[in-house]
Nanobody, 123 residues
C-alpha cells in the first residue's frame, strides 16, 4: 500500500511552463512505475506520460511529446512532470499514478492514484 501526493498545480498563460511533482510514501514505496494522467472538464481521464522504476524508460502521449518531460528521483520516490509550451487544451486535473506492472498496470489501469492537482492554462 502506498500513497501518492501531488503538488505544483496552478494557473499559467499559454506558452508558459509549470512543474508538477508527486511523492510516493508508505511501507514499501519503491519499485513502482510512476506516471501522470489528466482529466479535462467533460472528458475522460487520459494518459499523459510514464517513467519506469528502473532503466529510465519513458513514454509520452502524442499530444505532449516535445513539450512535457517526466523525470523521476528514485531516492526520493518522486516523479515530476515538467510542462512547457502549455496550451489551453492542457487545462485539466492532473493525477499521479503508480503500479508495479507496466503495460497491464500503469499504462492501462494503475493501482494507485493521487488526489489530483489543477492546471489551468489561459490563452
Amino acid at each position: 500500500q502506498i500513497q501518492l501526493v501531488e503538488s505544483g498545480g496552478g494557473s499559467v498563460q499559454a506558452g508558459g511552463s509549470l512543474r508538477l511533482w508527486c511523492a510516493a510514501s508508505g511501507r514499501t514505496p519503491t519499485n513502482y512505475h510512476m506516471g501522470w494522467f489528466r482529466q479535462a472538464p467533460g472528458k475522460e481521464r487520459e494518459f499523459v506520460a510514464a517513467h519506469t522504476w528502473s532503466g529510465g524508460l519513458t513514454f509520452h502521449a502524442d499530444s505532449v511529446k516535445g513539450r512535457f518531460t517526466i523525470p523521476r528521483d528514485n531516492a526520493k520516490n518522486t516523479v515530476f512532470l515538467q510542462m512547457s509550451s502549455l496550451k489551453s487544451e492542457d487545462t485539466a486535473v492532473y493525477y499521479c499514478a503508480a503500479d508495479r506492472a507496466w503495460n497491464t498496470g500503469l499504462l492501462t489501469k494503475p493501482h494507485y492514484w493521487g488526489q489530483g492537482t489543477q492546471v489551468t492554462v489561459s490563452s
